[in-house]
């Protein structure tokens, strides 16, 4: 059995990860009536073979019960363009009104997906994992969407920002 965490370490380690810059994507899935997403960093992949991902969710987020019921869900990589979509489904707005900014459509396997980002990975779940106030979902990605530039919307220390430009590196 592990020791809960002592309030300084927690804090501690949320500063760390104030520093840990991300890509921001919003997960969006649907329960047959109601369509669902969220903001998230806590998305990476996992493996090529066979392709997947995992997504980290919060047992209290609004996606969950349909997540933990199985539902296939989509990994919406933003744009830098997109920031006003994060913020929206981040809890500016609530419930059906997050899907009436940005171009939503629904997948071939009926879930929903942001027409216009970097990357849209349609998934149907293959695992899961729950720990402390999460579970994590794996991922077995299904379809693939490409759209624009590699233009990331990044989260570090708190804000909304995006990546500078590439530095290329000279071969050794």
């Known amino acids: 059995m592990t020791e809960p965490t002592s309030h300084p370490l927690r804090a501690d380690m949320l500063l760390a990860m104030r520093r840990l810059a991300r890509s921001v994507a919003v997960i969006s899935c649907n329960d047959g009536e109601r369509r669902y997403s969220m903001s998230a960093t806590a998305v990476d992949s996992l493996s090529?073979?066979?392709?997947?991902?995992?997504i980290c969710i919060n047992r209290t987020s609004s996606i969950f019960p349909p997540l933990?019921?199985?539902?296939?869900?989509?990994?919406?990589?933003?744009?830098?363009q997109h920031q006003h979509i994060a913020i929206d489904c981040s809890g500016?707005?609530?419930?059906e009104e997050r899907f009436t900014t940005g171009n939503w459509q629904?997948?071939?396997?009926?879930?929903?997906?942001?027409?216009?980002?970097?990357a849209s990975l349609v998934c149907s779940q293959d695992g899961r994992f729950d720990y402390g106030t999460h579970a994590i979902f794996i991922g077995r990605v299904e379809q693939v969407?490409?759209?624009?530039e590699v233009d990331p919307l990044v989260y570090v220390d708190g804000i909304y920002t995006t990546a500078a430009a590439p530095m290329r590196c000279a071969a050794v």
Do not use: M, W
């Open 68 to 80: 933990d019921k199985g539902a296939a869900f989509c990994v919406n990589v933003l744009s830098a």
């Open 48 to 54: 090529t073979e066979p392709p997947s991902l995992l």
């Open 106 to 118: 629904t997948s071939d396997r009926g879930v929903p997906y942001l027409h216009d980002a970097q």
């Open 92 to 95: 500016r707005l609530k419930g």
């Open 145 to 148: 969407l490409i759209s624009g």
